[in-house]
């Protein structure tokens, strides 16, 4: 039995379909997390886990009980939000003491559960400030205590970082991670970041307009991704169209690009002879062909815009025959490479099983 199972959850606003059969399962002690463009519908299942929206049909289980209609005050959630939502009159002691003081705990153990949760955010003695007095990260972290201290059994966040700065962001993300772990509470975390979605989290899930495209390892989620929106939302690939052919006695199919190009990808079930197909190519899994050119999947092009980035270099090459700009993201290391100019013509490669080969926009 899974922790928390959300099982074909549907919510309607009038017309609106804002969550189409949500189905998915979380392990205790999970980090997972949801990503997907603005309005597919990533808070409103966040609302409907904490009681606060009532789902059209559909279940929550939590533990193996059905918590759908249970009032938000009988969950036992700690919340976290995109801006802080602390108590602006009380001190970060009683804004960290909420919870366990609506749960009544005696005051000495919530004096413990405070320094020990303030300790786990680096505040130490923060106890009588006022969130006005502290920084954005540092009310942040005080909202991610409050959320923990009374031992809930899941914590949601909803964009908990969306109003720091990039650096901050950086730093509080890992410190999240750390959190969790130590505390080893479940946790659902809501964004629309892709890198912060690929860089947190045991499980990732992936929505849009009100689905869920993939529920995989973000590893897996980036590296095998199951639709064309995947393909296209997490990390940065050219598209180029082709038809899938299984010519006789080759191990791996071709896609055919037209004007006698084609790709070597890997056999993809569901994919006949004669599909049409949409290839992804990751910018950083495409390479630059600098001396002897591997026998298969190398084409040419011209350099029609270079990106200098200090570590790596993004090249922009147009393929006239297919009429598109593939990009190609190089990563100079010391040895002396040859920098690529403006109107040079370069050829690249990638490996077959880098190709990620999906049945066309379209097709079933
Ligand atoms: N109370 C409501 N009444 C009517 N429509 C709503 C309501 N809440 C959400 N919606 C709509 O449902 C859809 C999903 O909204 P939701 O807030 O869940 O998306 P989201 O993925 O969290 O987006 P964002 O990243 O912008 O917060 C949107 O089209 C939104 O406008």
Request: glycine share 8%.
């Amino acid at each position: 039995m899974a922790f928390l199972e959300l099982d074909n959850l549907r919510k309607e606003f009038g017309d609106l379909v804002a969550v189409d059969g949500v189905s998915l399962t979380v392990e205790e002690g999970q980090f997972v997390t949801i990503v997907g463009p603005s309005g597919c519908g990533k808070s409103t299942i966040l609302r409907s886990i904490t009681g606060l929206e009532t789902p059209t049909s559909g279940e929550i289980r939590l533990e193996g009980r059905d918590i759908t209609e249970l009032p938000p005050y009988r969950r036992n959630i700690g919340l976290v939000f995109q801006d802080y939502a602390l108590f602006p009159h009380k001190t970060v002691f009683e804004n960290v003491a909420f919870g366990l003081k609506m749960r009544g705990a005696p005051e000495a153990e919530q004096r413990e559960r405070v320094t020990e949760m303030l300790e786990m955010v680096n505040l130490e003695g923060y106890e009588e400030k006022y969130p006005g007095e502290c920084s954005g990260g540092e009310q942040q972290r005080i909202a991610v205590a409050r959320a923990i201290a009374f031992d809930p059994d899941l914590v949601l966040m909803d964009e908990p970082l969306s109003n720091l700065d990039k650096n901050l962001r950086t730093s509080i993300r890992s410190e999240l991670r750390r959190i969790q772990a130590e505390t080893g509470v479940t946790t659902l975390y809501v964004t629309h970041n892709q890198n912060e979605a690929l860089s947190l989290g045991d499980k990732l899930a992936v929505m849009n307009d009100g689905r869920l495209e993939q529920y995989d390892t973000p590893e897996d989620t980036y590296r095998e991704p199951r639709t064309r929106f995947v393909a296209d939302f997490l990390g940065r690939s050219t598209e180029l169209q082709g038809t899938y052919t299984r010519p006789e006695g080759v191990a791996n199919p071709v896609a055919d690009l037209g004007e006698g190009l084609e790709l070597e990808v890997t056999a993809r079930d569901g994919l006949s002879n004669g599909d049409p197909v949409s290839l992804f190519l990751r910018d950083e899994k495409v390479k630059l062909v600098n001396g002897h050119a591997p026998e298969r999947n190398v084409l040419e092009g011209e350099i029609e815009s270079v990106d200098y980035r200090g570590r790596d270099i993004n090249y922009f090459i147009r393929v006239p025959e297919l009429d598109r700009t593939i990009q190609v993201s190089h990563v100079a290391d010391d040895s002396a490479e040859r920098f690529h100019d403006l109107g040079d013509t370069v050829r690249f490669h990638i490996e077959p099983e880098n190709v990620t080969c999906l049945p066309a926009e379209g097709t079933p």
